[in-house]
């Protein structure tokens, strides 16, 4: 049975750190691309960031270069260390495996797998 646990959510004022943790059990680590997304109340499921084959990484431009995605074989694990926090970072954060496609230019919005999500809220 596949598992994703996330945990490492919290509130936190703006231009401060958090880092999720993406447990994962159930499968071959790791998998071929891997996620987190994000959703905010009210508004769509949005892309944050993705490790693929290889330990290639992609963020999209709302995150880079405040957001690193990481993972850890060893321990089956995928992080996303959160820099420079703002409030429009607050939200639902969700990892996923088995993401349909990972590349240069970017990632699925679907996946196979998905935890139950870890909130995060940034105050002004």
């Known amino acids: 049975q596949v598992q994703l646990v996330e945990s490492g959510g919290g509130s936190v004022q703006a231009g401060g750190s958090l880092r999720l943790t993406c447990k994962a059990s159930?499968?071959?680590?790791?998998?071929?691309?891997m996620a987190w997304f994000r959703q905010a109340p009210g508004k769509e499921r949005e892309r944050v960031a993705a490790?693929?084959?290889?330990?290639?990484?992609y963020e999209y431009d709302s995150v880079k270069g405040r957001f690193t995605i990481s993972q850890d074989n060893a321990k089956d694990t995928v992080y996303l260390q959160m820099d420079s926090l703002k409030p429009e970072d607050s939200g639902m954060y969700y990892c996923a495996a088995g993401v349909y496609w990972c590349g240069t230019s970017g990632f699925a919005t679907g996946a196979e797998f998905w935890g139950q999500g870890t909130q995060v809220t940034v105050s002004s």
């Open positions: 159930g499968f071959e680590f790791p998998s071929n691309c």
């Open positions: 490790i693929y084959t290889g330990g290639n990484t």
